[in-house]
């Protein structure tokens, strides 16, 4: 770990100053900082290498892929460092020009998914999904309370809200595909589902208010969101106290293929991961279980997890 002069040494380079600044908003890999940065891999790469050297970043891998990112373990006092050095460059123009390459590559990675998902909308139900098992959504039915408001968190077209919103109170189905949307309303209306509702909107901006749902889940969502962490945070921000998180999703698998197939962005998550980062959301009583494994290959298997959101008064 560098200490503070170190730090000082690594930021005084325009090009490493720039690179953490794009890290530190978002994981990024080598091709997407050349991208933005108009720059060759080697040269990339040697600065990232001096900043991952010096501390200052970290990289995770998912499959062929390193995603590059500030270093979330950093020194309180190297942060607040980087923080105030960082805030000084970002004055001069080429980092303006940085931001709108950023937003441009990350635009380009939702429309991706988007494209997929409003490609298969109206045949979901009757198409292959990685994880998708009666057996898995049997186990998931079973934790289901009637009379009570639910949000389907990146729903598609709410296969599993049809079934709830027979019983529950309300159901929320919140998608990012207009078209998954589209389709998943006129099956309510089809079948008269006047308590199932559909919004548009990011499920790691969800568009309901705090503490305004009894449960809150995510079935086969997580692994398309760009941050997993932030979208259990939004779980738990619309949950109320006393409420319940419950998560179907794949456990880590090494089936590259499934980010071209079915524009995955995570290949799974491990049963410590999930679980940590449930807890690190607020959640209690968090359990994480397998539930299931497809015989066919890949041999994808299914993680359930739970959470319950403390009491206001404990």
């Known amino acids: 770990m560098a200490d503070g002069w170190e730090t000082l040494r690594l930021l005084s380079e325009p090009t490493r100053a720039r690179i953490l600044t794009l890290v530190r908003s978002e994981e990024l890999t080598v091709a997407e900082l050349q991208e933005i940065l108009g720059m060759g891999q080697s040269r990339i790469s040697s600065h990232l290498g001096l900043l991952r050297q ?20 950093l020194d309180p006092a190297v942060h607040q460092l980087v923080i105030a050095a960082l805030g000084v460059a970002e004055t001069e123009n080429f980092f303006s020009e940085d931001r ?13 998914a988007e494209n997929y998902f409003n490609l298969v909308a109206g045949r979901l139900g009757r198409s292959y999904c990685p ?20 949000a389907d ?26 078209k998954m949307v ?15 509702l559909y919004k548009l909107g990011d499920i790691e901006a969800v568009p309901l208010e705090d503490e305004s749902v009894d449960l809150a889940i995510l079935s086969q969502a997580l692994h398309h969101a760009e941050r997993p962490r932030t979208a259990i945070a939004e779980a738990f921000r619309i949950t109320k106290p006393g409420g319940r998180l ?12 499934a980010r071209e197939l079915y524009a995955d962005q995570w290949m799974g998550f491990s049963e410590n991961d999930l679980y940590q980062f449930i807890r690190d959301a607020g959640f209690r009583s968090v359990e994480v279980s397998r539930v299931s494994k497809e015989d066919q290959e890949p041999g994808f298997v299914t993680l359930l997890a739970t959470g319950l959101k403390p009491a206001a008064n404990t």
């Open 131 to 150: 994880g998708r098992s009666w057996e898995a959504i049997g186990h998931f039915l079973l934790l289901l309370t009637p009379r009570i408001k639910v």
């Open 182 to 196: 589209e389709v998943g309303e006129d099956l309510a209306a089809k079948n008269g589902l006047k308590n199932l």
């Open 246 to 257: 419950a998560i179907l999703d794949l456990a880590e698998h090494q089936f590259e293929k």
């Open 153 to 178: 968190l990146g729903a598609g077209e709410g296969m599993i809200s049809q079934l709830l919103a027979r019983n529950a109170d309300t159901v929320y189905c919140i998608d990012s595909s207009p």
């Open 54 to 73: 010096g501390g200052l970043v970290s990289d995770r891998r998912e499959g062929k892929h390193s995603f590059y990112g500030l270093n979330p373990s």
């Open 100 to 112: 709108k390459n950023l937003e441009r590559i990350l635009a380009r990675r939702k429309q991706v």
